[in-house]
T-cell receptor, first 111, second 114 residues
Framework: SQTIHQWPATLVQPVGSPLSLECTVE??????LYWYRQAAGRGLQLLFY??????ISSEVPQNLSASRPQDRQFILSSKKLLLSDSGFYLC??????????FGQGTRLTVV | AQTVTQSQPEMSVQEAETVTLSCTYD???????LFWYKQPPSRQMILVIR??????QNATENRFSVNFQKAAKSFSLKISDSQLGDAAMYFC???????????FGKGITLSVRP
């Protein structure tokens, strides 16, 4: 069966520090991968999605970047965090005609 | 552009009653996939129900059913016999298959009164 792992679950980082959130999928190949951000009580904002290794589409110009170095690995990064980067980050995957499957999420607080 | 609209930010229902959550979307594609997700306080995203646009029959999953109106681009979720555990945020979403984006509405917070 397919599983998705996202870590860490909680992160507190100072302003100006770097960020790396990792997401890996097991039990499937060539998934579409997504990074979303969610403010408290709000909707899901699509940040990046990838349809293959090295292929990244950015939805919102911001302080973040994404990379897909392997088929089932999706990384969200920042060189210098801002206070406005705080939020709940969700990774998800899907295939052509399936629903999306989500990780447990990472609660990021920038202080 | 793909858009999903959930115009009601909050709704409330009495336990054991029925409630309908509204969703509209905008696409020029003829083939696509629609979903309702539930997000409880744990913030884990849980699939409630899915609907393929090429299927005329409305999807049903136990107490959850949809009213899919393709011409009107409407996809509402009906929850029957509401339970306290149904209290959560609900999101409508869709994609057009292949390598398309997965787009979500802003969500609706459903509370259930005992």
């Amino acid at each position: 069966s397919q599983t998705i792992h996202q870590w860490p679950a909680t992160l507190v980082q100072p302003v100006g520090s770097p960020l790396s959130l990792e997401c890996t999928v097991e039990g499937t190949s060539n998934p579409n991968l997504y990074w979303y951000r969610q403010a408290a009580g709000r909707g899901l904002q699509l940040l990046f999605y990838s349809v293959g290794i090295g292929q990244i589409s950015s939805e919102v110009p911001q302080n973040l970047s994404a990379s897909r170095p392997q088929d089932r690995q999706f990384i969200l990064s920042s060189k210098k965090l801002l206070l406005s980067d705080s939020g709940f980050y969700l990774c998800a995957w899907r295939h052509y005609d399936t629903e999306a499957f989500f990780g447990q999420g990472t609660r990021l607080t920038v202080v | 552009a793909q858009t999903v609209t959930q115009s009601q930010p909050e709704m409330s229902v009495q336990e054991a009653e029925t409630v309908t959550l509204s969703c509209t979307y905008d696409t020029s594609e003829s083939d696509y996939y629609l979903f309702w997700y539930k997000q409880p306080p744990s913030r884990q995203m849980i699939l409630v129900i899915r609907q393929e646009a090429y299927k005329q029959q409305n999807a049903t999953e136990n107490r959850f059913s949809v009213n899919f109106q393709k011409a009107a681009k409407s996809f509402s979720l009906k929850i029957s016999d509401s339970q306290l555990g149904d209290a959560a945020m609900y999101f409508c979403a869709y994609h057009t298959g292949a390598n398309s984006k997965l787009t979500f509405g802003k969500g609706i917070t459903l509370s259930v009164r005992p």
